[in-house]
């Protein structure tokens, strides 16, 4: 049985944050230990088309605003980096308490130019800990070659995804 720690959901417009929370919730429930950061957005304000964009922690519920006011007629992406630096961190020491599992947001921008969370990503990967993320075409090309020979990318269905966390199971318990 092949051991893929990373795996990407691909997805373009669909709730990939609401399908990431209900499958976060339901494996907790069910006794696992998920831990990461699940992206929510505000409403929009004024002419700016920026909505705030906020992360939230998975077990502990801690909010990290990740966005930041660049001014009207901005149209320029709007992440905070040190907000972002800062949510990873805390995810990090988080997982010094033990997980299961790791669901980040995204494979974004930020990690494509070598940010974000890729040194949490990792990370978790050293310490065993299986990642789910999404991925979005935009940046398929950066992420294929990330996760070359690691990773595996799935389909947005609740039996694919559990599927492949079973299967990493079962193949690093085996090890």
């Known amino acids: 049985m092949s051991l893929y720690p990373l795996a990407a959901v691909r997805f373009e417009r669909a709730d990939i944050d609401g399908f990431f929370a ?6 907790t429930l069910s006794g696992l230990r998920v831990r990461g950061a699940l992206q929510t957005r505000g409403a929009e304000a004024g002419e700016c088309h920026c909505a705030d964009m906020d992360l939230t922690t998975l077990g502990s519920g801690r909010v990290f605003r990740i966005s930041q006011p660049l001014g009207n007629g901005s149209r320029g992406c709007r992440l905070h980096h040190g907000a972002l630096a800062e949510c990873s961190s805390f995810i990090e020491r988080e997982l010094d308490g033990g997980a299961d599992l790791l669901i980040l947001n995204r494979f974004g921008r930020g990690e494509s130019e070598g940010r974000g969370f890729r040194d949490l990503i990792g990370k978790a990967i050293a310490r ?18 990330f996760g070359a020979g690691l ?22 318990d085996a090890a």
């Open 22 to 27: 209900d499958l976060a919730e339901n494996l």
């Open 128 to 145: 065993g800990v299986p990642v789910l993320l999404a991925v979005r075409p935009t940046y398929q090309e950066a992420w294929s070659a």
């Open 151 to 172: 990773s595996c990318d799935l389909p947005m269905t609740r039996d694919a995804v559990l599927a492949w966390f079973d299967q990493t199971r079962e193949a690093r």
